[in-house]
Nanobody, 119 residues
Framework: QVQLVESGGGLVQAGGSLRLSCAAS????????MGWYRQAPGKQRELVAVITSGGSTKDADSVKGRFTISRDSAKDTVYLQMNSLKPEDTAVFYC?????????????WGQGTQVTVSS
């Protein structure tokens, strides 16, 4: 099994910054991709940013220029640096990983971390 443990959420004023971390552990053979999704109240879960094992990234249009995803492959950890936060960024942020475990490729989710941006 693979576990994803997130940290770094909290309450911040508009214009502020937060850094989320997500560490993967367990029976990992290879991590193909790690990323962040978010779900605001009453809305569907949406992609925020992902990064592949090769370092390629993809960001949602709503966070371009404000959020930066990065990865420490040696630590199986992904980070999300969030700057210029807006009240509309308020959501539960979930870490996601596409992981090879033995001969299978599975998708794993973290438990979620709350990010609240006050106006």
């Amino acid at each position: 099994q693979v576990q994803l443990v997130e940290s770094g959420g909290g309450l911040v004023q508009a214009g502020g910054s937060l850094r989320l971390s997500c560490a993967a552990s367990g029976s990992i053979f290879k991590i193909y991709e790690m990323g962040w999704y978010r779900q605001a109240p009453g809305k569907q879960r949406e992609l925020v940013a992902v990064i592949t094992s090769g370092g390629s990234t993809k960001d949602a249009d709503s966070v371009k220029g404000r959020f930066t995803i990065s990865r420490d492959s040696a630590k199986d950890t992904v980070y999300l640096q969030m700057n210029s936060l807006k009240p509309e960024d308020t959501a539960v942020f979930y870490c996601n990983a596409v992981v090879s475990v033995g001969f299978k490729v599975n998708i794993y989710w973290g438990q979620g971390t709350q990010v609240t941006v006050s106006s």
